[in-house]
């Protein structure tokens, strides 16, 4: 469904605007490998003449914390990107752009003129797989801004902008063999005869749906396993000069009993759910968000395992 921001105008008079800018968009929401479109509407009431019209989209990063929020000050650009609709880019260098304005005094330089009437210019600006996805949480937040820009040939400019919401969307075809890493409790490993293998036959999920698998505990002295205890977490991360977690979520967790504690081998099936209401895998510059997949094993001493899965907010409809 298009969204629309709110038209900008230069009035010529105490009534009538000469000129209203408007900015609109295609969806709601906007997947990375694929386009951001909408189209921007030029509304004149009588020729005029421009220099430049261009759309644009920026992203920007303002971690939590006074610190970190003064090393950034206010937000750090990670992303821009510009399409120019009509007229000429804009210089560069600053002896061109006094130059511009010179000839513009002048009357050497008038710009393009336009009719009077409507002009509508659609567009199309490629977001890169790599970007994170929009955040606002614990850890700060992550936004992305649209703009549609005029600049008339006086050298005034008028501008509209509109809040983008970008969902990152993981790449298929990348599965590879699951490595299950632990430390256990104090942070120290344990040699241990017991060993897990677990099957995952998607790593990737969206919000609100399930991750499903099997596992398998070898068990060859047969060690008293009391429970196993698959579990979901999400950690929202600030990174800078030092790591700092801010919150960690265990959002579900399927526990399994064996029927025998001290068989060699347990099998058995899972399935865990992500929330529609908690935040996606972020990678950002200085903010992440990180879900683990934990394996618990209830034994003496206690082993645990861990794996990173992605998260993803759902696509947004075509």
């Known amino acids: 469904m298009p969204t629309r921001g709110d038209p900008k105008q230069v009035k010529s008079n105490g009534r009538n605007p000469a000129l ?45 914390g006074v610190a970190l929020s003064r090393a950034f000050r206010g937000g750090a650009s990670f992303f821009a990107r510009e399409a120019l609709l009509s007229g000429m880019e804009q210089p560069r260098l600053t002896s061109d752009r006094v130059s511009q304005l010179w000839n513009a005094f002048l009357g050497r330089d008038t710009g393009r003129t336009l009719s009077a009437g409507e002009h509508i210019y659609p567009f199309s600006i490629p977001l890169p797989a790599s970007l994170p996805a929009s955040y606002r949480g614990r850890a700060g937040t ?74 398998t505990v070898a068990n060859p002295n047969q060690t008293e396993i009391r429970r196993v205890i698959v579990s979901l977490e999400s950690c929202e991360w600030v ?36 929330p529609l209401d908690a935040p996606p895998t972020v990678e950002g510059t200085a903010i992440s968000v990180i879900w683990l997949l934990k394996l618990r094993i209830d034994a003496d001493p206690p082993i645990e395992l861990k794996t990173p899965v992605t998260v993803f907010a759902p696509a947004p409809e075509s």
């Open 20 to 64: 209203s800018l408007e900015l609109s968009l295609s969806r709601s929401a906007f997947a990375t490998a694929r386009q951001m479109s909408g189209v921007v509407l030029l509304r004149l009431r009588k020729p005029i003449n421009i220099r430049s019209l261009s759309v644009s989209l920026e992203g920007r990063e303002t971690p939590s």
């Open 142 to 215: 992550i936004d992305y801004t649209a703009s549609a820009r005029v600049q008339l040939a006086t050298g005034r400019t008028l501008r509209v902008t509109r809040e983008v919401a970008v969902v990152s969307i993981p790449r298929t075809g990348r599965a590879q063999p699951i490595a299950l890493s632990y430390p256990t409790a104090g942070g120290n490993v344990h040699t241990a005869s017991i060993s897990a293998d677990l099957e995952l036959p998607d790593r990737a999920v969206a919000l609100g749906g399930k991750i499903t698998g099997r596992l």
């Open 239 to 274: 990174r800078q000069a030092a790591q700092k977690e801010l919150q960690r979520q265990m959002l579900d967790e399927w526990v399994i009993e064996p029927a025998d504690p001290t068989s060699p081998a347990i099998e058995a099936g899972f399935e865990l759910t992500a």
